[in-house]
């Protein structure tokens, strides 16, 4: 085996030009991620047309659940790959090979947990959300189907981070487009053919997620695979399985508080939206979890490109510092910084400029729903163009195996700052306040990972 990876594109990664390595990694990898982003932004514009805001409503519900299973993903998908980049760096092949299949093992572990602890308290859980009478059967239904496919929302991803590791990240996006695709299909099919409504957009998920892992486990199966499934490696250790949950905790924070953010979120939304104003009418708790739906919707849009770019240099920063060097991961987090920025600050100004462009399409023709969707995104997002730089640092230490900072960052962000100002500033401004909590926790954010990541710079040797 070790002749074989020695000769393969793996080694690319500590003699490519730079600026290529991250076109041929990030590219694909930003592409899969915008593809990824399609499942749920599909399900809301097809629900959106085909049932109606209450649908909507019922699925931003469901959202802290998907986001938390999607989370026990990263964990071990992203930890166990982090080790992994590490140690071909270092050219230990085995333990790249143990690493591996302990992943595979402990997404499927994950995914069983979630299914069993998610049909056990889903109801109560979706109240605590915010769910009303009228929201919790849509809710309710959309979410026991979701369950059902909770192994194909952890394989997927969590398999695919491997795929590009070894060298062949074209695959990894081809695979995830097929996934995204048949979605696409599926809940036009099921949802505007068949007109099975939200169970319809349930169904399609779970099946595309099916389809798509399919595929992603084939990759591991093929003769030509560097490391492959092993059985023997796949019995699970301590040791192993402490350190990937250790590497792989930080970046998840991200996303398990963005779980426990979307609740706190969404019982913020139904309170203040009950008690708000928009042009002189109540907006209704109902009416701005709709809405907050369709503006986290075109958030996802923009910032998954940016989170693809982000897991793209994950390898190339992980190779180089496994291997000493060091010039080539400044260079990749120079690159990285300004080209992740760029992208979004392009983003911010169409979207202040011509929002109402983008939330047309999941409003349906409801003038209203359209017009406070509106309005809270150009809140929501006023510093939006602040987040890759938080996102970059946090990464940075992460490809660099230093959890315990990439951990402190990506928990600043949404729980050290936005939790709080969440809970202060509804307060005193109402709904307002809980659109504008995010901004303030974006720019302290990324201020603070932009100077953790300039001194860890100066630390590291030149050559």
């Not at 250790?246 to 779980?259: A, E, H, N, V, Y």
Request: charged content about 10%; aromatic content about 12%; hydrophobic content about 50%.
């Amino acid at each position: 085996m070790t002749g074989a990876l020695q000769n393969s594109k793996i080694n690319t990664l500590g003699t490519a030009s730079i600026g290529k390595l991250i076109l041929q990694f990030s590219v694909p990898a930003i592409i899969s991620m915008c593809v990824e982003a399609l499942y749920n932004i599909v399900d809301r514009y097809f629900v959106g047309q085909g049932v109606g805001y209450l649908g909507i409503g019922g699925i931003t519900i469901c959202f802290p659940i998907v986001l938390f299973i999607s989370a026990m993903s990263m964990i071990i998908g992203v930890g166990s790959n982090t080790l992994f980049a590490i140690r071909l760096g270092e050219k230990k092949y085995t333990q790249a090979s143990i690493i591996m299949n302990h992943g595979f093992m402990l997404l499927v572990v994950m995914a069983v947990a979630a299914f069993i602890l998610g049909e056990t308290f889903m109801t109560p859980l979706l109240r605590i959300f915010g769910a009303s009478d009228e929201l919790l059967p849509y809710a309710n239904t959309y979410m026991r189907i979701i369950l059902c496919g909770a192994l194909f929302q952890t394989i997927t991803p969590g398999m695919n981070h491997f795929i590009r590791s070894m060298g062949h990240p074209k695959t990894a996006m081809f695979r995830v487009m097929i996934g995204a695709g048949s979605n696409v299909i599926l809940d036009w099919l099921f949802i505007m053919v068949f007109h099975w409504g939200i169970e319809g957009a349930a169904w399609a998920t779970i099946l595309s997620q099916f389809i798509g892992s399919i595929f992603v486990m084939q990759f591991f199966l093929k003769k030509d695979t560097p490391i492959k499934f092993c059985r023997r490696h796949m019995r699970l250790k301590f040791p192993y399985v402490r350190k990937i949950f250790i590497l792989g905790l930080p970046p998840s924070i991200m996303q398990i508080c963005g779980s426990l953010m979307n609740a706190i979120l969404a019982w913020s939304l139904t309170t203040y939206g009950n008690t708000s104003t928009f042009k002189g009418e109540i907006v209704g708790g109902d009416m701005a979890i709709s809405a907050f739906g369709i503006m986290n919707s075109i958030v996802t849009m923009v910032l998954f490109p940016v989170l693809g770019f982000v897991h793209g240099m994950q390898p190339i920063i992980g190779y180089n510092y496994g291997a000493k060097l060091f010039n080539r991961v400044r260079k990749t987090m120079k690159i990285a910084l300004l080209y992740s920025t760029s992208f979004v600050l392009l983003a911010y100004i169409i979207l202040q400029w011509k929002c109402e462009i983008f939330v047309a399409p999941f409003a349906a023709g409801d003038v209203r729903l359209l017009e406070i969707s509106s309005w809270g995104l150009r809140i929501f997002m006023a510093a939006m163009f602040m987040i890759p730089l938080a996102m970059t640092s946090g990464n940075f230490f992460q490809g660099t195996g230093k959890a315990g900072r990439s951990l402190f960052l990506n928990a600043c962000r949404q729980i050290i700052l936005f939790i709080p100002l969440l809970l202060i500033f509804p307060h005193f401004l109402g709904l307002k306040g809980v659109f504008i909590a995010q901004p303030i926790a974006d720019t302290g954010a990324a201020i603070l990972g932009l100077t953790m990541v300039w001194r860890e710079m100066r630390k590291l040797p030149r050559q």
